[in-house]
């Protein structure tokens, strides 16, 4: 909403009020940015700004060269520079950025005396040494991290309750890449050229069979993947869909967790939930299952539920303790 008195809100839940109160609203005005800030309310993360006339606006960042910071270079093993690697930051501070053209990244105003954890991530991508940490942050200090062009395969085997190969079962690929294959009169599939740490999911089908796993995940492929098997079976029950979403206490979707399904028989399925949080299973009916979270940046208080599904359940939510 814009008029002569411009509301914004600022969108991170965990900013802190030094970051915060660093935070400005510039206006172009004759080819320059002018700060035209008038008021910042940290409780609601809003800054609004007072201007005459209507042209771009930019919400930027002063420096405090008072506080600490981490600046950082992120090149190919070629010496080339690599822009658009996503750089979090995580500890003392939760924050996300991605690298320039120069391959050059910085987080600034950080908190003194903080603990951080700074890792890359690049789909295509991996590293020599994927995160470093700085304890007791009370100066500039910097990183350099080398990223190698790399790609890698998953393979596996899809057999009958008998342990016979399943040929003709449709394997399908997603995530970072997507496809579909069939598998061969071994019962054997492969999915290759996957560009590493990427995510992937993949999924058997054929009709009038189930398989376990119903879907097997890959967070992070960093190395090819093989022994990716399922094993199929013909349905005993009817099916019934197990969601919800993870979250954190004010209600943020927390992408990327790990959500595992184990039944009686062991591990049914992982998947990673998407950027808002939601996760999804299918499984029987009157079975008994423990349903299971888990993401490096978050705990939680019940990180495991135990439940026994006679209907479809859409709302199994976790919340996490993490500030």
């Known amino acids: 909403m814009f008029g002569a008195d ?3 809100f600022y969108g991170s839940g965990s900013v802190t009020f030094s970051q915060f109160d ?4 510039l206006h172009g005005e004759g080819g320059s940015l002018v700060d035209r800030t008038i008021s910042r309310d940290f409780s609601t993360k809003k800054i609004c700004a007072s201007v005459s006339s209507l042209s771009p ?27 658009g690697v996503s750089v979090g930051l995580t500890g003392t501070e939760e924050r996300q950025t991605e690298t320039n053209s120069d391959g050059s990244f910085k987080f600034v105003n950080l908190t003194p005396n903080g603990n951080y ?11 020599e040494e994927y995160n470093t940490n700085f304890i007791d942050l009370t100066g500039e200090e ?3 991290f080398e990223g190698t062009a790399a790609d890698f395969q998953i393979t596996g085997t899809v057999r009958d309750g008998l342990g016979n190969p ?5 394997m399908e690929l997603d995530g970072s890449e997507q496809g579909v294959v069939d598998t061969d009169a071994n019962g054997e599939y492969t999915f290759a050229g996957l560009p590493a740490d990427g995510s992937y999911f993949v999924t058997p089908r054929l009709s009038g069979l189930a398989f376990q796993p119903e879907v097997l995940s890959v967070s992070a492929l960093t190395s090819n993947v093989s022994g990716a098997d399922f094993q199929g079976f013909a349905p005993t029950a009817a099916a019934v869909t197990i969601a919800g979403r993870v979250m954190t206490a004010d209600g943020n979707g927390i992408g990327l967790t790990a959500v595992t399904l184990n039944g009686s028989n062991g591990v049914i399925g992982r ?10 299973f299918d499984a029987e009916a009157g079975g ?27 709302d199994l939510n976790f919340v996490s303790s993490t500030p």
């Open 22 to 25: 660093n935070m400005k609203i």
């Open 57 to 83: 606006f930019v919400l930027a960042e002063q420096i405090d060269t008072n506080l600490p910071s981490i600046s950082g270079l992120i090149l190919d093993d070629s010496g080339n520079p690599l822009s």
């Open 142 to 144: 910097t990183v350099f």
């Open 288 to 314: 008994s299952y423990i349903v299971s979270v888990s993401h490096r940046a978050f705990t939680f208080a019940e990180p495991s539920r135990v439940i026994n599904p006679l209907d479809n359940i859409n």
């Open 6 to 8: 411009h509301g914004l």
């Open 166 to 170: 399943l040929a003709g079962v449709s």
């Open 117 to 127: 954890n700074v890792s890359p991530k690049s789909v295509g991508y991996i590293f």
């Open 271 to 280: 998947v990673i939930t998407n950027p808002f949080g939601y996760y999804q």
